[in-house]
């Protein structure tokens, strides 16, 4: 069992920069791939990026590509979203996931934390 928090949403103004963490209980974290997904009222849910075990890949949805990175620290059992240049577009309710490999799907992950409120104001 793995249990995800996510910290780190808030109020930004459009062009800004956020940061958000997922901190994962359990000993086994580097065995999981993370993602990253958001979703705004009345959308689908939306793939924002994903990062496998060891951290030396990393995939980003084509919406956020050359704004957003993505990165893990084992040792600390957390993986960050870090978003630049936001835009209003960018407001939804951000999760992180965990699953056995990285996935543009969300039924690829096993376990989901709560999600955190990004609201991008313009």
């Known amino acids: ?21 997922c901190a994962a209980s359990g000993r086994t974290f580097s065995s999981y791939a993370m993602g990253w997904f958001r979703q705004a009222p009345g959308k689908e849910r939306e793939f924002v990026g994903a990062i496998n075990g060891n951290g030396d890949s990393t995939y980003l949805g084509g919406s956020v ?8 620290d084992n040792a600390k059992n957390t993986v960050y979203l870090q978003m ?3 835009k209003p577009e960018d407001t939804a309710v951000y999760y992180c996931a965990a699953g056995r490999r990285p996935s543009w799907y969300p039924g690829e992950y096993d376990y989901w934390g709560q999600g955190t409120q990004v609201t991008v104001s313009s």
């Open 1 to 21: 069992q793995v249990q995800l928090v996510e910290s780190g949403g808030g109020l930004v103004q459009a062009g800004g920069s956020r940061g958000l963490s």
């Open 65 to 72: 590509k050359g704004r957003f990175t993505i990165s893990r």
């Open 84 to 86: 630049n240049s936001l």
